[in-house]
């Protein structure tokens, strides 16, 4: 039997149910485990901690799956952990087409990712889910996962888009394409969701992560409650998920940034989809460090500023550099706010906690010789759940600030 025996007293984090061995707690592995392979976890002493999905290179050396002895790891405990995940989703995220189905360790699932994207009514039909494997284990079940996916959910089309860059320190090959049913279009055929009433285009294919950012719904409708006659600067753009909320609100105009011209020409496309007026709206392909520079220069300022950049800290050793370019922007955008105007400021670096963002964003206001006040925290929408034992999934912060 694959057994990972821990040094003493490693076993602590695993009694209070984090879900992650380091390699450097381990003190043997037993058997021959392959990559993926599930290991029985045991404490220097021989007890029994859990099982748990085998990761040879990483140092996240293995991901548990279960603390239950009782419990074993085949196709019917993926089929529960998806069908759970699923019927969390179907009570709690409602007027929305875009959902994240499964996230990780808050599912039950270390290191999977899964979007579905569904169609809005009136538009061409879509079902499509988009998997992401990030770690050994769920590698080694994709077949099993895959089943389950489409049994539990009745949507035939499964799309794989495994090439983020994490693959690499679980020893894993990039690899995209279908695991079940049809090929998604390919561009400039795109599939088409709907979030808050409004309708956006999906590239499910060549898009980042699984083409659309899920996560930020709540905080799209929250400018697009707000938009109502504003002069609106989207900053970190992609495919303008912000600009039409904002645009849906009824903004008065939305400048929006972003260096991937790919994404500008979906988003100049989305305001197409959804009718609105393309004069309203313009998209520059730039980038924002320097442009809020310019836009300082011209004497341009804004009502509602939206700052969503990408994960400025991949791992602890870029928090300083991070901390200093979140201040950056933040101070920038600070600057070209009107008095009474508002700030949605975000990071998505796991990194940098919330307290961190909040002290770098007030830094920010300081230095930029600003008044502001914190309306509310931010954060992802309810189909991002976070275990009380696991902080790491924690990622997505944002604060919503007002000029005074
Ligand atoms: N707010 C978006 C998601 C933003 S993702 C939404 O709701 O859909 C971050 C984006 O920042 C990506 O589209 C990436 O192309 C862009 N980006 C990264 N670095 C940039 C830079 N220096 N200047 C402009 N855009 C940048």
Redesign the pocket.
Known sequence: MNTLTLKPGKEKSLLRRHPWIYATAVARVDGNPASGATVVVRAADGRFLARAAFSPVSAIRARVWTFNENEPVDHAFFKRRVSAALAYREEMVHDTGATRLLFGEADGLPGLIVDRYQSAPGQPQTDQLVCQFMAAGVEAWKDAITKALVGATGCPNVYERSDAAVREREGLPSITGVLAGAEPPEAPELLTTHENGVKYYVDVRNG?KTG??VD?RDN?RLVQQQAKGRDVLNC????G??SLAALAGGAQSVLS????GE?LAIGARNVELNGFDAARAEWRD????KTLRALREEGRTFDMIVL???KFAPSAHHVDRAARAYKDINMAGFRLLRPGGQLLTYSCSGAIDADLFQKIVAGAAVDAGVDARILRRLSAGMDHPMLTQFPEGEYLKGLWLQRM
């Open positions: 980042h659309f950012y930020q799209r970190f753009c992609y495919t998920g912000f940034i972003d260096s991937s994404a730039a980038d924002v460090f969503d950049p990408p």
